[in-house]
């Protein structure tokens, strides 16, 4: 069965910097666009950056020019670089396929002094 692992998250004052990881296996990560969501306490989930296989990426308006996706071809594994985090950035972030596979664990990521 194909598993995301989600790993990176922590508790991090406003204006802090966090790096997630999300490793899958070869047969997703290789063939399909990767993506990060999250979902805040009360909310629905949202989507928040892109990146395609080959290496074209897309943001929310709410994260661009702060967060930074990436991928590791060698490690099958994507991820998010998050600077000048907010309070409102707080949320569990996951990671997922697309088209998607069944959802990991996410990452608890809470912005706050």
């Known amino acids: 069965q194909v598993q995301l692992v989600e790993s990176g998250g922590g508790l991090v004052q406003p204006g802090g910097s966090l790096r997630l990881s999300c490793a899958t296996s070869?047969?997703?990560?290789?063939?399909?666009?990767m993506a990060w969501y999250r979902q805040a306490p009360g909310k629905e989930r949202e989507w928040v950056a892109l990146?395609?296989?080959?290496?074209?990426?897309n943001y929310a308006p709410f994260v661009k020019g702060r967060f930074t996706i990436s991928r590791d071809n060698a490690e099958n594994t994507v991820y998010l670089q998050m600077n000048s985090l907010k309070p409102d950035d707080t949320a569990v972030y996951y990671c997922?396929?697309?088209?998607?596979?069944?959802w990991g664990q996410g990452t608890q990521v809470t912005v706050s002094s």
């Open positions: 997922n396929s697309i088209p998607p596979i069944d």
């Open positions: 070869r047969s997703i990560f290789s063939s399909r666009t």
């Open positions: 990146i395609a296989t080959g290496g074209r990426t």
